[in-house]
């Protein structure tokens, strides 16, 4: 294709510097199927400045679907918190930046990327919940897949059975190995993370330091209840609150999310054997009080459990 052409596939438009799929590409997506955008573009990382935002499109036979990464440069800030006895404060440097979801995996990407959604599928733009750990691993390197990128993870010593032998249909173990040199999507390692939530700042929760203001920026148990009666709360959907500084959203409240790393807080042991391994996940749920939003807290899950309020969001090194 000429240099002149493929130009005009580049744009600034709205705020966004990236990809962004004119009415002519579209067409070809739905009727050709074959247009593959990533092939026409290069994008320059040192163009980009933190809050900078990237449009991805990922299409899957005859479904399509769009979603947005916010790009964030190297830095050192705080991580932890005083308030939090397992996560004290250190000074931490992120010495590669990268990009992160701008929301939470939705039920409609989800659903485009696996061919299938966890729960409620008539909730489209709800963030995706019920994904174990390994879920989540299985959806990047899928979605790696359709982005012609190189898969991060490598999975090894499958077993789908639970500890009674019965066959689950669904990762219950694996040796998961981690590529950070490969380019393309995984979960946010821990650190990584936390930065993006405080954006920055000393804020205990994204978007805020002050309880007062939390509502603003997060679905928990205080505004997301649809039913005083039955005492019934809901998930809501995405960017539907306030962003924090570098324009994220939820990363207080709606679902928990997982990270890549191993609950340190375990022996390592366990983990290396794959002996109910424990994964990180931060940021509370619309199910929290307004604690359990606190940026620095750390809550642990089974990286083979699937729980209601529990989802993830994409990175990628850049």
Not at 291 to 315: D, I, P
Request: glycine share 6%.
């Amino acid at each position: 294709m000429r240099k002149d052409t493929t130009k005009k596939f580049l744009m600034r438009e709205n705020g966004f510097r990236g990809v962004m799929i004119s009415n002519e590409i579209r067409k070809l997506l739905e009727i050709r199927k074959l247009l593959e955008i990533r092939k026409l573009l290069t994008i320059n990382k040192y163009l980009f400045t933190t809050k900078d935002k990237i449009r991805v499109v990922v299409n899957n036979e005859s479904e399509y679907v769009t979603f947005n990464m916010v790009y964030c440069e190297i830095g050192t800030f705080t991580m932890g918190h005083i308030e939090q006895e397992y996560n004290k404060p250190r000074l931490e440097t992120i010495e590669r930046p990268f990009l992160l979801g701008e929301t939470e995996v939705t039920q409609e990407c989800y659903k485009v990327v696996m061919g299938y959604t966890s729960h409620f599928e008539e909730m489209p733009q709800n963030p995706v919940e019920y994904v174990s750990w390994y879920d989540a691993i299985e959806f990047c390197n899928k979605l790696s897949q359709l982005q012609g990128l190189d898969e991060c993870y490598v999975l090894k010593d499958i077993s789908t059975k639970s500890k009674d032998g019965r066959e689950q249909n669904r990762i219950m173990s694996a040796q998961v190995t981690y590529d950070s040199k490969k380019n393309g999507y995984r979960l946010p390692i821990e650190k990584e993370w936390e930065y993006a939530a405080k954006a920055g700042t000393e804020n205990r929760w994204a978007g805020t330091d002050e309880w007062t203001e939390l509502e603003d920026y997060a679905w928990f148990d205080k505004n997301s209840r649809v039913s005083y009666k039955h005492e019934l709360y809901s998930l809501h959907p995405v960017a539907t609150k306030k962003p924090n500084e570098w324009g994220f959203y939820d990363m207080s409240g709606n679902v928990w999310e997982w990270c890549w790393d191993d609950d340190p807080n375990v022996d390592a042991s366990r983990i290396m054997h794959n002996v109910d391994a424990s994964r990180i996940m931060h940021g509370g749920s619309y199910l929290s009080e307004n604690w359990g939003l606190h940026s620095a807290l750390r809550k642990r899950g089974l990286a083979k459990s699937r729980n209601e309020g529990v989802g993830f969001r994409v990175c990628r090194t850049f």
